[in-house]
């Protein structure tokens, strides 16, 4: 009995996402065949497509895959004990950094802007599992922070989009267009540590703090 046949069919079908996953981040989407991923998984077309019944949907389950692995740092991120809300955020900052700016990440969401005019579910599966999770993620940590006294906001989950933009927006952008200045981790981590410092505190000259 071969591995393929062995395979439990979640197990077959993690296998064909991470390796259509590959794939398309490395051909695009209309460089990648049905024929192409079954020649990297093995195993018959008829598993295949009883899995997925083309490639448009092969295509939107590989990227919700791959942000939901990517993203898992962040969905399990803890606080550190006894730490404020200034280093809380910042080091959340740090896992967003680690999660959006790698080449891989850039690529998916080159392939994915691309690819929504024609195919919007494909955005929209995009935008669910990875920018809207982690605002939620960030959102959960505001929460906590109104409701501490902390913070005053009204809207968690609107305030940390802003927050992300702020922390991480011009980097990603850099990369998305290929920008010739890309940024270092130095400059990430300052990017980052002023969007905090300017999202609890303001940004008034009364303060006496250059940004």
């Known amino acids: 009995m071969s591995t393929v046949q062995r395979m439990t069919a979640a197990d077959r079908r993690k296998l064909i996402l ?28 008829a598993t295949l497509y009883r899995h997925f019944a083309d490639k448009a949907e092969l295509f939107q389950a590989a990227v919700e895959a791959l942000c939901d692995e990517w993203s898992k740092p962040v969905h399990t991120f803890t606080a550190p004990p006894d730490a404020d809300l200034t280093t809380t955020l910042t080091a959340l900052g740090g896992h967003f950094a680690a999660l959006v700016l790698t080449p891989q990440a850039i690529a998916l969401h080159r392939l994915v802007t691309a690819e929504a005019e ?23 940590y505001l929460q906590q922070a109104r409701d501490a006294g902390e913070i005053d906001v009204s809207d968690p989950v609107r305030a940390a989009a802003q927050l992300f933009q702020a922390m991480l927006g011009d980097a990603q952008m850099r990369l998305l267009t290929n920008s010739p200045h890309k940024p270092d981790d130095d400059e990430v981590q300052e990017s980052i540590a002023v969007a905090v410092r300017v999202f609890l505190h303001g940004a008034t000259a009364s303060r006496g703090d250059a940004l």
């Open 18 to 45: 991470n390796a259509a996953g590959e794939l398309f981040i490395a051909r695009g989407y209309s460089g990648v065949t049905m024929e192409d991923v079954l020649a990297k998984v093995g195993g018959s077309k």
């Open 118 to 140: 024609r195919m919007p579910e494909v955005g929209r599966a995009f935008f669910e599992h990875g920018p809207s999770a982690g605002q939620r993620v960030l959102a959960k």
